[in-house]
């Protein structure tokens, strides 16, 4: 299978689990437009059009019976049928002569020209055969129904005063869909400047949002995670306790793997019990190697083995675990602070990334940790977790608008297989 063919089989079910996951964020920013009425109305529709449909007994081949409830529309290309000739004399199989004439199609002849005496007429085989054949449908039935063509989802149901009032009660609920404050407040001027006083329409609303959140996306560096051929590739993963960090590690190092690339971890959490185990394990699922010390060793020692055993085995891709830590420890902090340098000494030339695990349900709190983690080891990238959760997505926004660090992978689930490249574009798409 090709690379695009690929992607896009990975990315089928990435949108339905995307769906799924920011589903609460997506009821609130509806709701903060006045758009339920787009999600109800095709139902609405669905609801009352069996009651308009006709009794289809009723159409069945029955010429007196068509002819009292509606006039037949012209065919615009009818099949060409042969003309019945008259015979002179019967032959010795009328019946199957007789089955291929256009009589016992229950469609053409007797709604253009109803021909009642035909029937009265012919011979009593004949007859029995005609209605024997009447009450088959017509293969291909033309429009005899009048239900009403079901609305398009996006058909505006009704037009919005954008009033004042309209635009506090917005900005105040994107706030609460975890937009974040800034976000919502530029959001909310540049629809005002747009809409100069006109009335709009729900959808146009939506629409518009997809525009502005899709440009506060595109406004962060490449979301891509970099990787660079015939060379170690070093990954420092940080985080805060909780967030899924040492998953998430084993997620990627699994991904790497299934890529073709070798892989080494380097167990740097030394200071919470049994982290390195726990590594360990992963390490195993994942099919890569590792590189631990005893607990309570110096992470710093870690890391310089770690990298020392890339360099002369040629690994492509060395993910280093950290301890998780508060961004408001300074102590700990600073032990990060010293594992950067040592990255930045024994890794000099290298490709680094510094990716920050965060849990999306933690909201804006997440924004400073984010701020904090970047002034400490220079963050190039968010690895956002437990969208599959009760999390609001919004905090994205804020991160790529404020500090201009793009979110690079996100979790979707438990499963081994469920870190995912973030695209921006289908993140919009699934929030709308």
């Not at 084993?250 to 200071?271: Q, Y």
């Not at 891709?317 to 300074?330: E, F, P, Y």
């Not at 690079?408 to 929030?431: M, N, S």
Request: charged content about 25%; glycine content about 6%.
């Amino acid at each position: 299978m090709s690379e695009e063919g690929e992607k896009k089989g990975w990315w089928g079910s990435t949108v339905g689990k995307l769906k799924s996951a920011l589903a609460k964020t997506k009821s609130a920013i509806q709701e903060s437009v006045g758009s339920e009425e787009l999600d109800q109305a095709p139902d609405q529709v669905a609801d009352q059009a069996p009651d308009q449909a006709p009794d289809q007994a009723a159409l069945s081949f029955a010429p007196d019976m068509v002819s009292a409830q509606s006039q037949p529309e012209p065919e615009s290309e009818p099949q060409p049928q042969p003309q019945p000739q008259p015979q002179p004399e019967p032959q010795p199989q009328p019946a199957v002569e007789l089955g291929s004439e256009p009589i016992l199609e229950p469609v053409t002849i007797q709604l253009d020209e109803p021909a009642p005496d035909r029937q009265e007429h012919a011979p009593e085989h004949v007859r029995e055969h005609i209605q024997e054949q009447a009450p088959v449908p017509a293969p291909e039935p033309k429009s005899v129904a009048t239900i009403p063509a079901r609305p398009e989802k996006h058909e505006p149901q009704r037009l919005i005063a954008i009033d004042e009032d309209y635009l506090e009660n917005l900005e105040e609920k994107l706030i609460k869909a975890d937009i974040g404050l800034e976000n919502a407040e530029t959001v909310v001027n540049h629809l005002k400047a747009r809409v100069k006083g006109e009335n709009w329409s729900p959808h146009q609303v939506m629409e518009f949002l997809k525009g502005e959140f899709a440009s506060i996306l595109k406004s962060a560096p490449s979301s891509r995670v970099e990787y660079k051929p015939g060379s170690v590739n070093i990954y420092l993963i940080v985080g805060v306790n909780g967030t899924g960090k040492t998953t998430s590690i084993g997620k990627l190092c699994w991904r790497f793997k299934k890529e073709g690339k070798r892989v080494l971890m380097a167990a740097g959490d030394t200071f919470r019990a049994a982290a390195e185990s726990q590594l360990e394990i992963w390490s195993q699922r994942a099919g890569v190697d590792i590189v631990r010390l005893e607990d309570g060793s110096d992470p710093g020692a870690v890391v310089f083995k770690a990298i020392a055993r890339a360099r002369e085995e040629n690994y492509d891709c060395l993910v280093i675990d950290t301890a998780g830590r508060l961004h408001n420890k300074t102590d700990l902090m600073n032990e990060l602070r010293k594992i950067r340098s040592v990255i930045d000494k024994h890794g000099a030339g290298l490709p680094l990334e510094s990716l920050l695990v965060l849990d999306a349900s933690t909201g804006q709190n997440g924004l400073q940790q984010a701020r904090v983690f970047t002034e400490v080891c220079a963050l190039t990238g968010v690895v956002l977790t437990k969208l599959d959760g009760t999390a609001k997505g919004g905090i994205v926004f804020s991160i790529a608008r404020d500090l201009k660090i793009p979110v690079k992978l996100i979790g979707l689930g438990e499963q081994i297989d469920d870190l995912r490249d973030f695209e921006p574009e289908l993140f919009v798409e699934a929030l709308f």
